[in-house]
């Protein structure tokens, strides 16, 4: 497995306030990687900036050996990178077929993006049930599905999901995980994602970096984190036995 995407140092900054500080991830072709932090580690600025949506101060990220830094974000997209931000935007107005649609229209021909429409619609059957109501009207749940659904018109080789679990219930955001993993091993997607919490991304992803303050505070295969330990760790910045101190 050669490594698709590669970030190496990476430095990021808006104005005085530095996001992140020499970050180094890669993502192997075919894996499924999930970078876990507090709520302003980082996560969704990483993303940005492989998404090309937010420059480097210093670094270098590479897409399958390429350099991608100061790329234009539509042409990191035609290269085959998809992110799907956080917070569900989808188009309410428009039905659900036509959010496929849009998705769709950055690539694909016409004829294309309704063989597509039909290919999401197998791997999401509720949204299929779902085409013609208005984007607005779907659950939270539903809407996580189309805009993951609407990245994946893109045709992407490498998908990014900006904290896909947040506020859904976790039978909700098992049905997700599995779809999306799914898609994986259907059409060799890679993965990266961001979550908040470890607990229900530990089963699903094959590797973790934690991500607090802007750094890397670990990174493992999934299979070595099961006990949670070294994650809160690195999450909440304490030794464990320093807990027991206290109390
Ligand atoms: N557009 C922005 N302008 C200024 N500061 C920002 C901007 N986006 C994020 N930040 C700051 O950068 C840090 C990292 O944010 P973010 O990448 O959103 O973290 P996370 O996604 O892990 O919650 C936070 O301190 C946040 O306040
Ligand atoms: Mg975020």
């Excluded at 991608?68 to 956080?86: H, N, S």
């Excluded at 013609?132 to 490498?158: F, H, K, Y």
Aim: proline share 3%; with cysteine.
């Amino acid at each position: 497995m050669g490594r698709m995407l590669e970030v190496l140092s990476a430095n990021v900054s808006y104005g005085d306030m530095v996001a992140l500080r020499d970050v180094s991830i890669y993502v192997q072709e075919g894996e499924a990687v999930c970078v876990i932090g507090p709520n302003g580690a980082g996560k969704s600025t990483l993303m940005t900036a492989i998404a090309g949506g937010v420059g480097l101060r210093s670094g270098h990220i590479r897409l399958n050996g390429e350099s991608i830094a100061g790329v234009k974000p539509e042409d990191i997209a035609a290269l085959g990178v998809t992110m799907v931000p956080e917070g569900r935007h989808v188009f309410g107005t428009l039905t659900v077929t036509d959010n496929l649609r849009i998705g769709g229209m950055l690539k694909s021909s016409s004829r294309q993006i309704a063989d597509d429409i039909e290919r999401t619609f197998e791997i999401f059957p509720r949204l299929r049930e779902r085409s013609g109501s208005l984007a607005a009207r779907l659950s939270g749940g539903e809407q996580q599905m189309l805009v993951v659904a609407r990245g994946l018109m893109t045709r992407p080789r490498l998908m990014m999901i900006d904290e896909p679990s947040l506020g859904l219930a976790p039978m909700i955001t098992e049905q997700i995980y599995h779809t999306v993993l799914e898609m994986r091993s259907r059409d060799g997607l890679t993965l990266l994602i961001n979550e908040q919490s470890s607990e229900r991304i530990l089963k699903h992803a094959d590797r973790i970096y934690v991500l607090r303050g802007g750094r890397v505070q670990l990174e493992d295969l999934a299979v070595n984190l099961r006990d949670g330990k070294a994650i809160s760790q690195a999450y909440f910045g304490f030794h464990p036995q320093d807990e027991g101190a206290a109390s």
